[in-house]
């Protein structure tokens, strides 16, 4: 039997997926040892992500041929622009955390934001659904890895179980099947630079969350 698209994909990445799996972001909340203001700095730079989110599944709404398609991304949106938005609005409040435009101009954060939205404003729909099955398929990883460790502020066992829900875990593997099926038909070089787009994400993805320790300098990547 031909191996699946997304298993390929993982084995090939496994070392890149494997660092931001087991990222020190990671690795601290699954020891209870996160610091809030790393969190803080985190909840920054991942609503303004979510912004950019919104206008790539926007991109793939606009390239999807298929209603069906259409119609699972629209819903998408939605969850972004009101489930994702109401949680940070909600945390911002409460944790008095207010803009920081040097911290959303850190280099890791920029070239993760640009990057994601090139893939999306330059590539055709598969290229979209791996950039976000990339994003998507690791935070599911690892938020249902570390769902159960000891976490004292309310807000991020909140944020690490809208991860791990069966909402998210169904769009996950949406995602993961959607790929599969697209990959039925692709040429060889299409899967090489499916494989690489996945690659690329997760590289992006671990320099994005170095960013949230304001003692990481860019050196240390």
């Not at 945390?91 to 934001?113: M, N």
């Not at 169904?170 to 060889?188: C, F, H, P, V």
């Amino acid at each position: 039997m031909a191996e699946e698209l997304t298993d390929r994909i993982l084995r090939e990445n496994a070392a890149d997926f494997d660092a931001m799996v087991g990222h020190r972001f990671v690795r601290d909340i699954a020891s209870g040892s996160l610091a809030p203001d790393v969190f803080d700095r985190y909840l920054l730079i991942e609503r303004a992500f979510v912004d950019t989110a919104i206008a790539i599944f926007g991109y793939a709404v606009a390239k999807a041929e298929d209603l069906d398609d259409r119609r699972k991304l629209i819903g998408t949106l939605d969850a972004l622009a009101n489930e994702q938005m109401s949680y940070f609005e909600a945390a911002f409040a409460a944790r008095g955390i207010t803009p920081d435009p040097a911290l959303q101009a850190d280099p890791r954060v920029v070239a993760f934001r640009d990057g994601m939205l090139e893939i999306a404003r330059d590539g055709d729909f598969t290229a979209i659904v791996t950039a976000m099955f990339a994003a998507e398929w690791m935070y599911w990883t690892w938020c249902t890895q570390v769902r159960n460790a000891p976490m004292v502020d309310p807000m991020l066992a909140e944020w690490v179980e809208m991860h791990a829900a069966p909402s998210f875990t169904a769009q996950a593997r949406w995602l993961r099947d959607r790929l599969d099926n697209l990959g039925e038909t692709m040429t060889e070089a299409q899967r090489i630079h499916t494989v690489a787009v996945f690659g690329q994400v997760q590289r992006l993805e671990i320099g994005f969350h170095e960013a949230a320790y304001a003692e990481a300098s860019i050196s240390e990547e």
